[in-house]
Nanobody, 125 residues
Framework: QVQLVESGGGLVQAGGSLRLSCAAS????????MGWFRQAPGKEREFVAA????????YAADSVKGRFNISRDNAKNTVYLQMNSLRPEDTAVYYC??????????????????WGQGTQVTVSS
């Protein structure tokens, strides 16, 4: 089992940047593919980005392509989400998640077994 803790959220103006971190403990992070999801008030949780175990392959939602970048440092047991050119519509609670499953598409929320508690990102206009 793995425990996940997100950090790095906050309040930022539109056009600004934030970097979220997700620190894992309990098991080696390289065992898992990792994803970032977000949930805005009144909306369903949605996929943002994912990365495979070795970090060679990444996936991103169309809404964040070219602005957000997911990366991982398995030696530090940490996954990152670099968010640039932030927009008010990016405002949400951001969650990292881990899956031990193999998939051709890591965007499916049902794949993920472990979740962090979330970190709030607020983008002001």
């Amino acid at each position: 089992q793995v425990q996940l803790v997100e950090s790095g959220g906050g309040l930022v103006q539109a056009g600004g940047s934030l970097r979220l971190s997700c620190a894992a403990s309990g098991r080696t992070l390289s065992t898992y593919a990792m994803g970032w999801f977000r949930q805005a008030p009144g909306k369903e949780r949605e996929f943002v980005a994912a990365i495979n175990r070795g970090g060679a392959t990444t996936y991103a939602a169309d809404s964040v392509k070219g602005r957000f970048n997911i990366s991982r440092d398995n030696a530090k047991n940490t996954v990152y989400l670099q968010m640039n050119s932030l927009r008010p519509e990016d405002t949400a609670v951001y969650y990292c998640a881990a899956t031990g499953r193999y998939s051709l598409n890591y965007a499916y929320i049902s794949l993920y077994d472990y979740w962090g508690q979330g970190t709030q990102v607020t983008v002001s206009s």
